[in-house]
């Protein structure tokens, strides 16, 4: 989904490199594998900043892993570190939440059938995937982070980009029940 609304690459796990589906997907992207070893550090460190300042847009799921859709994990601050000291640079906070299948509004229940978390194999994810429907998905661009990135440490940017995530992601979970509402006052 983001990689249609979005110009840029991925930062993502070795492992993705390797799969049928996203592999070929990300090679597209010229995306960066992250092969979290500390003895890679250093040269991907080098890699991310070059591309930067090269003025690639690079996309990053700071959680570091996937969940069931219904929330948004705690972020690692480690990525956050390759964007301090790199002149002219924001963060743009984004959020991706699986809202309805077929307009009715996707409960808790529902959301795991939609995201591809855990152990989840691709291929039979993506088979049930196709038969549940219409599916809504809101991508909320939240305001830049510029300023933040000059004057906070690595922590504090994870931290506040957490928050505008999980605060717009509340929101898109929000909405449809919202809407409904306000239907029903319009009837």
């Known amino acids: 989904v983001l990689g249609s609304l979005v110009k840029g690459s991925f930062i ?10 996203f592999g070929f997907m990300t ?3 010229k995306s960066i594998f ?3 070893l500390r003895e890679h550090a250093a040269t991907q460190s080098k890699q991310v900043k070059q591309r930067l300042l090269d003025g690639d847009n690079l996309m990053v799921f700071p959680e570091g892993t996937s969940s069931d859709g219904n929330g948004v994990l705690p972020f690692k601050s480690s990525l956050f570190s390759l964007v301090q000291n790199v002149e002219g640079l924001a963060i743009q906070p984004i959020s991706i939440t699986y809202a309805q299948i ?11 059938r939609v995201a591809w978390y855990g152990d989840m194999t691709m291929l ?21 982070l510029i300023d933040e990135v000059k004057t906070l440490g ?3 940017i994870a931290v506040v980009t957490r928050e505008a995530i999980v605060h717009s992601h509340e929101r898109a979970l929000r909405e449809p029940v919202e809407m409904k509402k306000k239907n029903r006052k319009n009837a």
Request: hydrophobic share 35%.
């Open 12 to 21: 993502a796990k070795k492992e993705i490199e390797k799969g049928p589906v």
């Open 27 to 29: 090679s597209l992207k």
């Open 34 to 36: 992250d092969e979290r």
């Open 102 to 112: 077929d307009g009715i509004p996707m409960g808790t229940g529902l959301r795991p």
């Open 124 to 144: 039979p994810h993506l088979w049930g995937l196709l038969g549940l429907g219409k599916i809504k998905v809101i991508v909320d661009f939240n305001p830049p």
């Open 154 to 156: 690595r922590k504090e």
